[in-house]
C-alpha cells in the first residue's frame, strides 16, 4: 500500500488495466498488449506519449500481470554504472524465478546512443525485457536496433472526460484518495482543473490535493472548493469562459489563424487574451517554432530563428519582460511572407515512404570505408559534383522505384522564389 502522505497522484495509481483511462487503442479487450499481459507473456516495448498519460502506471502493470521482477530507473539520474547493477540483479532473479526482469527506463531518449547500445545484448539474450519511457518521437530519440526490438506504442493525451472520472474517483476514495476530508467541488472548480492540466492526469490529481488543501487551511475549514478558491490555490485564473473546456483550442486556434492570415493586430490580441487569462507562455512559444515552420518555411527562413529565440527568452528572462519577446516573435510571424509548400512536401513524402517502404539505397551513393565494399560496388561510379561546372552533375540520388519524385514545390513567395530559382538546374555550359 502506497505510503498515504505520497503525493495524491501516486496514492491513485491505477492497479488494474480497466482503471487505466484514455488508452483504448492500447488496453482494449483484443489488444496485443492486453493479451500479452494477460497471458504472462510480456514483450518489450517503448511506451511514447505526453507527461501525465499512464506510460510509468502501465509499466508497473506489466510486472503485475506478468509476476516478473521488475527495475525502474530514470535516465536523468542514472547511467551505465547503475545499469550494470540492475543486469547482475536481473541474472540472480533469473537463476532464481527463471524468469526475465522487466527493466523499466523512464526518459529513455535523455541515453545517448553509446548508453543505449548497453541495453542490446541483454535483451538479444532474454535477460531483460525493456519497456522504454518516452515524451519524445523515438524515431529520433532511439537507436535503429532498439526499435528493431521493441514495439513502439503511442499514448494519448487524457480526454476532458477522463480526467473528470479520476478526479470524481480521487474525491471520492476514501482509503487512498480525498473520500475522507468531506470537501465538495463545484462544477467550475473542477473544469478548470481540467482545463489547466491539458491532459496531464498527474498535473490534474495534485492540483486537486493543492486546492483542497489550501481551502482546508482556511479558518473554519470550507466545505466547499469553489472557482475563486482554486484560482488562489494555484495562483493562476481561469480562462475567461472556459466552461466546456474548449475556450483553450479557441483561443489558440485564433492566434494561430491570425498569424496564417498576415493580421499583426489580431495576432497580438489573441497573444495578450491568452497571456492575460493565464496561458502557459511557453505553450504559445511552442505553437509559434511549429507555425515558423508549417506556414512560413522557406519563404523566410529567419522566421523559425524568431520563434525559437521568443521561446528561450521566456525560459531565461520570464515575465514580464519576456512578453514583448513573444510579441515581438507574433508580428514577425504575422508579417513574414507565407508558404506550407514544406508542410505538403512532409506529407507527400510520409506518404511515398509508407507506401514503398524501405527502398534500398542505391549502390553509387553508399559510403566505402573497407575494401569489400568496394568490390561489392559501393560508391562505383559516383559522380562528384565539385568536378564539374557550377558545381552540379546530372546524377540520380533516388532509389530504383521512386525515381525522379517531386515532393516540394517552392511558391514564387519570399525567400521561395530564390530557393525555386536555385532548384533549377544549371544551364549547360557551350563547348
Do not use: C
Not at 473528470?164 to 465538495?184: C, F, P, Q, W, Y
Not at 515512404?353 to 539505397?361: A, E, S
Not at 551513393?365 to 569489400?372: Q, V
Amino acid at each position: 500500500m502506497v505510503a498515504s502522505q505520497a503525493p495524491l497522484a501516486d496514492r491513485m495509481r491505477p492497479q488494474a488495466i480497466e482503471d487505466i483511462l484514455g488508452q483504448d487503442h492500447l488496453l482494449g479487450p483484443d489488444s496485443a498488449l492486453r493479451r500479452a499481459m494477460e497471458s504472462g507473456h510480456i514483450f518489450s516495448v517503448i511506451l511514447w506519449g505526453p507527461p501525465g498519460s499512464g506510460k510509468t502506471t502501465l509499466a508497473r502493470l506489466m510486472a503485475q500481470y506478468t509476476q516478473n521482477p521488475f527495475q525502474s530507473f530514470s535516465a536523468v539520474t542514472s547511467g551505465v554504472k547503475e545499469l550494470r547493477q540492475f543486469i547482475a540483479e536481473a541474472e540472480k532473479a533469473r537463476q532464481l524465478f527463471g524468469k526475465p526482469t522487466i527493466l523499466f527506463v523512464d526518459e529513455i531518449h535523455r541515453f545517448n546512443k553509446a548508453q543505449q547500445d548497453a541495453f542490446l545484448p541483454h535483451v538479444e539474450s532474454g535477460l531483460i525485457i525493456l519497456v522504454g519511457a518516452t515524451t519524445q518521437n523515438p524515431s529520433f530519440e532511439v537507436i535503429a536496433p532498439l526499435l528493431s526490438r521493441a514495439r513502439v506504442m503511442l499514448l494519448h493525451p487524457l480526454e476532458k472526460e477522463d480526467l473528470k472520472t479520476i478526479l470524481n474517483r480521487a474525491l471520492g476514495d476514501e482509503g487512498s484518495g480525498l473520500g475522507g476530508v468531506s470537501m465538495e467541488v463545484s462544477p467550475d472548480s473542477l473544469d478548470f482543473l481540467i482545463g489547466v492540466s491539458h491532459g496531464d492526469a498527474r498535473v490534474a490529481l495534485n492540483n486537486l490535493e493543492m486546492a483542497v488543501q489550501y481551502a482546508m487551511q482556511e479558518e473554519g475549514g470550507r466545505p466547499v472548493l469553489d472557482l475563486k478558491m482554486t484560482e488562489q490555490a494555484l495562483s493562476r485564473k481561469a480562462l475567461p469562459h472556459d466552461k466546456d473546456g474548449e475556450e483553450h483550442y479557441n483561443l489558440i486556434s485564433a492566434f494561430h489563424k491570425s498569424l496564417r492570415g498576415s493580421d499583426s493586430q489580431a495576432s497580438l490580441y489573441w497573444l495578450y487574451r491568452m497571456l492575460e487569462a493565464g496561458e502557459d507562455p511557453l505553450f504559445i512559444g511552442r505553437r509559434m517554432i511549429r507555425f515558423a515552420s508549417e506556414d512560413i518555411g522557406m519563404a523566410d527562413p529567419n522566421a523559425l530563428q524568431v520563434a525559437l529565440s521568443a521561446f528561450e527568452a521566456w525560459q531565461k528572462v520570464g515575465p514580464p519582460e519576456a512578453e514583448l519577446a513573444l510579441s515581438q516573435a507574433a508580428l514577425y510571424l504575422a508579417t513574414a511572407p507565407k508558404s506550407n509548400a514544406i508542410y505538403v512536401a512532409e506529407k507527400a513524402v510520409r506518404e511515398e515512404i509508407g507506401r514503398t517502404g524501405p527502398q534500398p539505397v542505391p549502390l553509387h551513393i553508399r559510403n566505402a570505408p573497407t575494401r569489400l565494399m568496394k568490390e561489392l560496388g559501393y560508391s562505383r561510379g559516383y559522380q562528384y559534383p565539385h568536378n564539374y561546372p557550377e558545381g552540379w552533375v546530372d546524377q540520380e540520388y533516388f532509389p530504383e522505384k521512386v525515381k525522379r519524385r517531386v515532393y516540394y514545390r517552392p511558391t514564387g513567395r519570399g525567400f521561395e522564389k530564390e530557393i525555386k530559382r536555385r532548384m533549377k538546374p544549371p544551364k549547360p555550359q557551350k563547348k
